[in-house]
């Protein structure tokens, strides 16, 4: 669980420290468990909720269960990139509005376009993050800013909105569309 949130935030913000935050949030109609990120099952049945083309590749994402907190299955034809940061709603949640100020508990899961290796991952080490919607890159604000708790969302991220120098840490380089599919358990 080395890059983490470092991953996330700009590099010049410094990593965010991952223990003893509340997972307590205000009242939502939306129950979902914020103590731990299910896998992706290995296998995942039906067709694609969301299909990218990018200028180069695609990028597929199947919903496998919006009662838990698995990730969607991402699917990638290498190398894959984008021209425009997209998000997309696979399933929408119920509950409170995540905001600028928002700090989101998320669980997600982060795949290089470039050769589709999973460079960071909530979903492998079952730990959901909290994430200051403010201190993240542009691309990973835009997908959780205007979001419901409950929320199930893939985005796929150009090289400026996400690590236009690389972060070679994360095995990211110059130039690499990032695609992550994370589920929002909790906004404080």
Do not use: H
Request: glycine letters at 10%; proline letters at 6%.
């Amino acid at each position: 669980m080395k890059l983490k949130a470092a991953v996330l935030v700009p590099l010049a913000a410094g990593a965010l420290v991952l223990t003893g935050c509340s997972t307590d949030s205000t009242a939502t109609e939306t129950a979902v468990n914020t103590s731990s990120c299910a896998p992706t099952p290995e296998k995942v049945d039906g067709a694609p909720d969301w299909t990218v083309n990018g200028t180069e590749g695609k990028a597929l994402f199947t919903v496998t269960d919006d009662k838990t907190n698995a990730a969607p299955k991402i699917q990638l034809t290498t190398p894959f990139k984008v021209d425009k940061t997209q998000v997309k709603t696979l399933i929408a949640g119920s509950g409170e509005l995540v905001t600028e100020s928002s700090t989101a508990i998320v669980c997600y899961e982060g795949v290089n376009g470039r050769d589709g290796k999973v460079f960071d991952s909530a979903y492998q080490s079952r730990t959901p993050a909290p994430l200051p919607a403010s201190r993240l890159v542009p691309g990973f604000t835009q997908a959780l800013v205007g979001q419901k708790v409950g929320s199930t969302v893939a985005v796929v991220i150009t090289s400026a909105d996400g690590y236009a120098e690389g972060n070679p840490d994360a095995g990211i380089e110059p130039g690499d569309t990032i695609v992550f599919g994370l589920k929002i358990l909790a906004a404080q």
